[in-house]
Every structure is written in C-alpha cells, then in structure tokens.
C-alpha cells in the first residue's frame, strides 16, 4: 500500500500510528419482523482494516434490490464512493469475541491527513488465528434465542461467509498527531434487523435451528453483516498512540 502518495499537499503528510479496535453494540428493540433477539455468542474473524481519504455520499433515491422480493429490506447503498488515497492500514487475522469486550486488532500504519472512510475484511480464519475453533471455519458465527410475544422461542446457531471486503465504511475525520485510537463497534441489531426466524430450519435434537442457504434468515443475516450502517466508527480522544 502507497500512503499519502499523491498532489502536493500530501507530501506534508507526517508518519503516525494509533489503535484500532473492535467491540459491539447490542440488540435494543425487535427487529423488523417482532422477533426479541438475545445473541449467546458472536465471534468474527476480522483481517486488514484500510483506511482512505474518500468519503460516503448516499443516494438519495432508493434502488430496488432482488432481496426485497423475499420479504427482505435491502441496505442502504452508498451513492458515488471513490476510496481515493489508502492512509493507513492494520495488517493482521485474528478471532474477536464481540460479547466479551472485544477487542484490540493492533495498531494502524497510518499518515495524517483528511480521513473519509474504511474497509473492513472478514477473513477465513486458520487453527493459528482460531485457536479454540469458535468459528467452524467461517467469518462469522451467532448463537442465541428469538422470541415472540406469542410465546415462540427460536434457538439458533448461524455463520457468515462474505465474498469481499466490506467498503465504504463513514469515518470522517482530519487526522494529525493528536493522541486518540479507533473504535469500530458492530451493531448487533443492525446485523439481525432483516430475519424473520420462521424461515429458519426445524430444530434438531438439541433444539436448535440453523439458517438455510437459501431461506431468507441467511439472506437476512448476510444483508446485515455486509450493511455498512452497522460498523459505528469513531475517534476516542486522548488514548495511547
């Protein structure tokens, strides 16, 4: 990755570092379908964070996606995003629990300069970035129980495998060498907004349900993970560089 590289205002850019890391907001109302979700356990696998100069500009028409036909609503999308220049970057895999605090991914190679948004990628975890095997091989794994007032509790057990970095993340900031750190917080209600757990599968000998390939939980849950509304990225002042 070229930092910083570029017209003549960004050779002034200056060397920097500071901490990234990842925790979660939880589920604070039902989702979309009226289903009270309470997650038991959600760990990702979480490789290179990449930070760039290019802002998030949404549309302001809504377009139609094939998911909507399913019950499903679709994320927003972002209108005309260009990345521009990368400006700093953490380079590491490694398994986050977000019901335990989180967690430190490390600290950015990064420059000063006009910061406008993030990438953030889900990678395939290893037995050395997955060493108690949490995550079955995948990127994401959630566990836990829905219900509705009706009286009906789902207990479930779902994972996650994206294609792509997810791009386009807000995070709008001018950067100099003021002492901070970055926080990603994952919303959790965000990530689960979209499922109706009536399309999960039947139980099985232990109670549990888990997501289809092709119902519309799984669609639902991917939606979500891929939503960039669900990654709350901020500068928190004053932490160590």
């Keep these: 990755m070229s930092l910083g590289c570029g017209g003549d205002t960004k050779t002034e850019a200056e060397r920097r570092t500071f901490s990234v890391s990842m925790t979660s907001l939880p589920p604070t109302a039902p989702n979309e379908h009226g289903w009270t979700i309470t997650p038991e356990a959600v760990q990702v696998s979480v490789g290179t964070v990449r930070f760039f100069e290019g802002r998030v500009l949404l549309s302001r028409a809504p377009r139609f996606h094939w998911y909507s036909l399913i019950g499903g609503t679709a994320n927003a999308h972002p209108g005309h995003y260009v990345p521009g220049d990368a400006l700093g970057e953490v380079l590491k895999v490694q398994t986050v629990d977000l019901l335990a605090g989180g967690a430190v991914l490390g600290d950015a190679n990064a420059v000063t300069g006009s910061y406008g948004s993030l990438e953030l990628t889900l990678a395939t975890p290893t037995a050395a970035t ?43 900031r001018e950067m100099k060498q003021e002492p901070g750190a970055v926080s990603i917080a994952v919303d959790l209600g965000k990530w689960l907004s979209r499922i109706d757990f009536a399309t999960v599968s039947l139980p099985d000998a232990a109670g549990v349900s888990t997501f289809p390939a092709d119902s519309q939980a799984q669609n639902a849950l991917v939606r979500g993970v891929e939503d960039t509304s669900a990654y709350v990225v901020t500068w928190v002042e004053g932490a160590a560089q």
């Design 130 to 172: 997955d060493t108690q095997n949490v995550l079955g091989g995948h990127q994401v794994h959630v566990r836990g129980t829905a219900s509705r007032t009706a009286g009906v509790t789902v207990h479930f057990d779902a994972t996650v495998d994206l294609p792509k970095a997810i791009e386009g993340v807000r995070f709008e």
